[in-house]
């Protein structure tokens, strides 16, 4: 067992791009934490527990007191001493001193924070609750509790944004030095307010060049500061990659609490209803929560090719022969031939990657290497 996620799904607003299973809706906070402890406690676990992640959602939006019967209630019912990496996911607008003390006063060693722009004008047309002094406050504020260890979430593609508002934020952010940034390409998810807001005009859809643009800029400035590019997403300073989110790449089982969670056992995926409602009920008439989908072979060889391919460590051509055999190896290899006559691929100790450079071409390149 790699880590524990824990989802808590409550937002004080919805932000315009957002798909996640939230919900404004807090009456309900109380007996969630409670059932989420309850379901930690009818969870079979195997093997130590490393990282334990609060995400959501918004963490920071549940009271302090609430927070502490959470991580209290999981402390009782999980062994968490092998714990080394304790990561919640904040708002900054939810960051004071107080709330920082009290994170730091529980254990919590990282801290995700959704900084997305330190542009103001683009925070306000995403429907962000902060604004970029905010976001350079709650961090000075972790900082000051003793939580040193902080990632950030950028966000490219933004409406409005342009390539010199980009290099301000990404200047911005190289400026506080967080330790680690994850940088997403703004997706139009189907059902969200930005979606319409796109159909009826109002926001126009940054263009695949801008896109490529940007994702350069990024790379360039991340990488002359030190940052390591270690999955498509996601940079580090050295020794600060994600645990949690690595062990999520590297195909380890994790397991999933709460409403909408879903957990791995090295084979299979369950996943939890996301419905508050139904979660809650499910959990306190005593029963698990979980809905467990049997994956076929090659469904489970498409994820980790997909999975591995989207790191800089690749994917170990030994983990696909044993998991998969004989058959699977060739198929890939024969696939990738291509790619490693044109350079989007390479090999070496065994293991297959996709450059740095090749990164913004990889849903293509993986799509050719699946069953
Ligand atoms: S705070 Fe996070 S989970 Fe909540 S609506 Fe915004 S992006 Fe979605």
Redesign the pocket.
Known sequence: MAGIYVHIPF?????A??D?Y?TVQHHLVGSYVEAVVAEARMRQIEGEIKTLYLG???PSQLPVQHLCSLVDGLRQALDLSHVDEFTV?V?PDDVSHEFAASLAGMGVNRVSM?VQSFIDEELAVIN?RHDARGALDAIQALRGAGITNISIDLIYGLPRQTMMSWQKTLGTALAVRPQHISAYNLSYERGTRLWLMRERGEVVEADDKTCVEMYDLLTSMLGEAGYEHYEISNFGLPGFHSRHNSSYWDFTPYMGLGASAHSFDGKNRSYNPPSLTDYINCVSSGKLPGVVEEAEWWEQYDEMVMVALRTSRGLLLEDVACRFGDKALKHLLSNAKQYFDNGQLVCSNGRISIPEASFMMSDGIIRDLMW
């Open positions: 937002c004080k607003q919805r932000c791009y957002c996640f939230s959501g959602g918004t996911e708002n959704g962000r």
